[in-house]
């Protein structure tokens, strides 16, 4: 198995040399930090993905949680993770000072997140779940609440989870029935059923903490009767003793893939004695749930990218290290036998894979830098960098959690039969990989979310903000000779997104909705492969600057080969969105009038 699994210095180049995550130290939220402790947290996160969570990866996959006397028993490394997970800061890395964070820049906070993704992803959950949902009782609870869970929460003492799903809604969460009656101290008495809960209960914490929504008695039908609830499992009572909340666990899942993290099925209130404790405002759970909703979907495209740049150096250093046939050219069969990297098509197949995780990851970074100057900013400037969050949202989340599944596929074929076997990692991160076009909603979800919310949102504000971003950077580019061409073909394929735009949103004009959103997904396709041409044109500006500056130093092979995989995005994948811009331009109404008897 590759030991190395991310490339520092790609991080490094993002961070530094394209969103120069160095400019945000002279904001006063950020000032205390410097471009050093930067270094620093890197190089911990570095070690800490070697040392405390790959040496598991494959006995977190072998030995699964198991459900045993009502309680989920995890891999004995879980509670080893949390643990130095919460002395260390990494769960509260990004949160502010005052509750005990580092208030660290999100940018920065995204890496160690990337990095645990890729050394263990299962392992990497449990902390950063904890991680969104204590911000979210930071963010929207009361005084009480913030000093009874953050610090145990941070600690790495209880878990945190997002109970959201039920048996009966799936992911249209309006018909939730979770059921929440006022008690008469302030708290509610809580009863129903919650699916498909990530560390929803295991023994490598003291207790787990549920960011759960529910209907208060009496509340609106739909989405606008939600609200927002903590339920402990084990809940302090008047002495800070520990009760059981009467949270059950009704059994665990079976994974194809992802399986050193329990996902459980639970039950609330079966003695009609769980306790929950509102957050935020009556009725308005699902608008404060989605503060936690985006950042997972934020998340999800973090650890696709992890677990695709895992794949892609265990597949790059098999393909180095494997000898097998000979150059289309050589005549002599009696020749050296050449490393399977110098074929033609395996070269493609890597690049395939890098271009997708660097792609990826820089769409990511560039969602963190835009989080951070909504943090720091005011009036105007703030609203413009929330709403391109608000667009890049399902992109950053979709195109990484689609993409995986390829490009770890590819790297599992640059190994063969041997790819197949267990006795390769490429097997389990192909199955771990495809959870994600599922959780924290689907693929199709993200596309009704883009061409359905977002875009026309604000009479399209957002959309018009991020093509102004992307054409910023064509006209940088055009500024490069070497880059020209490759501006031009960006140029085109933003009139094309704009074309293909207009027609759909007249279609929603003309009261043809379902014509108009019958192949979101597609648009959503689509749009990504855009957004990742405009990343890799700015990562190629970056690398043409930087060869300019220094055209024989020692990283001239790292600038190379970004410039090579930004030619092989620009010349394999950009033209793919012809296609799709046909189908989309057709207004192809089979799938609306396909009626289910057909089938």
Sequence with gaps: MADK????????????????????????????????AFDMILETALKLGRDLFKPTLREMDKNQPEFVDGQVKVHPKVKEIMQICGAGGWISATAPAELGGQQLPVILGFVPMFIFSAANYAGSVYPY??????????????????????PRMYAGDWQGTMALTEPQAGSSLSDITTLAEPGDQGHYRIRGQKIFISTGDHDGVQ????????????????????????????????????????????????????????????????????????????????????????????????????????????????TQQRPQGRPLTARDPLSPQVPIIEHHDVKRMLLFQRAVVEGSLSLLMQCGKYIDLEKVLEGKEKEKYNLLLEILTPVAKSYPAEMVILAVSQAL????????CDEFPLEQLYRDARIHPIHEG??????????????????????????????KT????????????YARELEEATDKLNKVT????????????????????????????????????????AAEKALKKNPTGTDINFYQGKLYTFRY???????????????LLASNQITVEMKKDFF
Excluded at 9 to 26: C, G, M, P, T
Excluded at 129 to 143: C, D, P
Excluded at 413 to 420: E, K, N, P, S
Aim: proline share 3%.
């Design 569 to 583: 995005f620009f010349q394999y994948e950009l033209p793919k969105i012809e296609s799709l811009a046909k189908s």
């Design 442 to 471: 689907t693929t199709g979800i993200q596309g009704l979310d883009l061409l359905g919310r977002k875009v026309p949102m604000k009479n399209g504000e957002a959309a018009m903000l991020l093509i102004q971003e992307i054409e």
């Design 129 to 150: 779940l904890t991680a969104g949902a204590a911000h979210l009782i930071y963010s929207f609870g009361t005084a009480e609440l913030i000093n009874a869970y953050i």
């Design 207 to 318: 207790n787990v903490v549920h960011l759960l929504l529910a209907r208060i008695a009496g509340a609106p039908a739909g989405v606008k009767g939600i609200s927002l609830f903590v339920v402990p499992k084990m809940r302090p009572d008047d002495n800070g003793a520990l009760v059981f909340n009467d949270v059950h666990v009704a059994g665990i899942y079976r994974k194809m893939g992802y399986r050193g993290a329990p996902i459980t099925q639970l039950s609330f209130g079966e003695n009609n004695d769980c306790r929950g404790y509102l957050v935020g405002q009556p009725n308005r759970g699902l608008s404060h749930m989605f503060q936690l909703m985006n950042e997972a979907r934020i998340a999800v495209g973090i650890a696709a990218a992890g677990i695709a740049s895992a794949a892609y150096y265990a597949a790059l250093e098999y």
């Design 413 to 420: 074929q640059c190994l063969g039969g041997y790819g197949y």
């Design 474 to 485: 064509i006209a940088l580019a055009k500024e490069e000779t070497q880059l020209q061409p």
């Design 5 to 36: 699994f991310v490339s520092e210095r790609n991080i490094r180049f993002l961070l530094y040399e394209v969103f120069d995550a160095s400019s945000l130290l002279k904001y006063p939220r950020y000032a205390d930090h410097s471009r050093e």
């Design 502 to 541: 207009t027609h759909l949103v007249s279609l929603a004009m003309q009261g043809k909705v379902d014509l108009f959103l019958a192949d979101s997904t597609l648009y959503l396709e689509f749009f990504g492969i855009i957004t990742i041409g405009w990343q890799w044109l700015l990562q190629a500006l």
